[in-house]
């Protein structure tokens, strides 16, 4: 095993009204990855954040190749050899690859001038070295997230960063994007880097990682060898009880058909049919480019159609834009919760009661103790973890955000429900709590739409599943009948 190179030690940090660490270690060693587990809000972030200096650490010490450090930026950090990839990427748009990675750090030449040759060649060299297919002059915004993220390994290579972070680096791949991640992810470990590894994916943690460091709460849970450690153990030691039934599928008889969708067709979309009926899940199955989020946003009045036509309850309806939609009882729950989502800068009760002002206004005035208990009442069914329904979201964990965005949809009270990777980002635990709550908006009778690229959630909570791709349908295939394979086969037949 190679030598302990980061090993941070009794960490604490307290943000008003939460202790998001309490007494944390964490002991990472050359050429292993380390995964840093934990549900939504454990303090994974918090702790990469005081690592790197982004955050001030109220106690404990860190200590990088032997010395204790007290980063003031995260600049320091990458500086001194510890790099963080985040989920928001922080490379300029609009600039090229070697710009991109030498940006605040240009090389010059023996006049001082800016050598741009150096630079190209030494991005070339380091891209070819590690596999990636790009050219050092392509912009940023004409590349993939997977490719963007290439980039900031590769400069992350080029600084001989010795520990790199990634902060759930999956979670907008493709398949056969994470598979070339794990091989590069691989390439460092023999290049004798530090790798932390935050997921919530956890067969990944057994496909990628060497040893996981589990935390609770803010607190230390354990650290163990990945070899050692059953699926049953980890999920047991983040969520601190078992976990049965990870798939709360009920079987019900649906209702009436709600949404009857002919013949839809757009830029985006050709020649969609289909229905849904009243307490039914439609999964919506297929590859990134299948059109399913374009489709959703067509229903949303994000996106118009020329042909085609849409029934609410045997009435034709024509949502011209998201308000019109929601009046007419559709609720598109985005993807994207930094983007549409939410107002960050709103407190949680705000944003919940954002699309329904309806529900607690009376003559004209916001009703505050309606607003709080209709707030309060979703904090507590969905487990927010939040001081108060007063806190700001942006001050939420990225998963705790994700379900105010779930309660702000239910709040609505639609009756079509279109849910668009209602769980991207949400830990196991949370995640049944989520199929709990859509098993509820079947009982009530909603119709639920539920698009989702992780093939085990589409099986094990549809009724039946729609198969898209590049824009069209691929057939539909009933609860009983759907497997991984089948879904497949049909997407590419
Ligand atoms: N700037 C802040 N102000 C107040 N509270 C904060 C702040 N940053 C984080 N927190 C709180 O600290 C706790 C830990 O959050 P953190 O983002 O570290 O969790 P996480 O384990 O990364 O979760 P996720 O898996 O959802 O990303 C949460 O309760 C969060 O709301």
Redesign the pocket.
Known sequence: MGEVVLKLKGVC?E????K??DGVDLEVREGEVMALL????????????CLTGV?QRDAGSIQFKGKEINYTNARQAQDDGISIIHQELNLIPKMKVYENIFLGRELKNKMGKIDIKQMYNKTAEMLKSMNVDLKPDQKICELSVAQQQMVEIAKALLLDTKVIVM??PTDALTDSEVVSLFKIINDLRDRKKAVVY?S?RLEEIFEICDRATI?RD?AFIGEKKVSELTYDELISMMVGRKLENQFPYEAMKPGKTVLSVKNLSNDYVHDISFDVKAGEVLGVAGLVGAGRTELAKTLYGVFHYDKGTVELDGQQIHPKNPSDAIRNGIYYMTEDRKGDGLVLIMNVKENISLSSSDKITSSGHINEKKDREYAEDYVKKMRI???SVF??T?????????KVILAKAMMSDPKVLILDEPTR???VGAKKEIYLLINELRRQGKAVIMISSEMPEILGMSDRIMILHEGQKKGELSREEATQEKIMDKILS
């Open positions: 940090k943000f008003p009204g939460v998001a660490l934990g549900e939504n809000g454990a303090g994974k972030s918090t702790l990469m954040k955050y902060d759930e935050i919530h935390l803010g973890k939040t001081p806190q700001k942006r001050n939420l964990s990225g998963g705790n955000q994700q980002g949400i830990d």
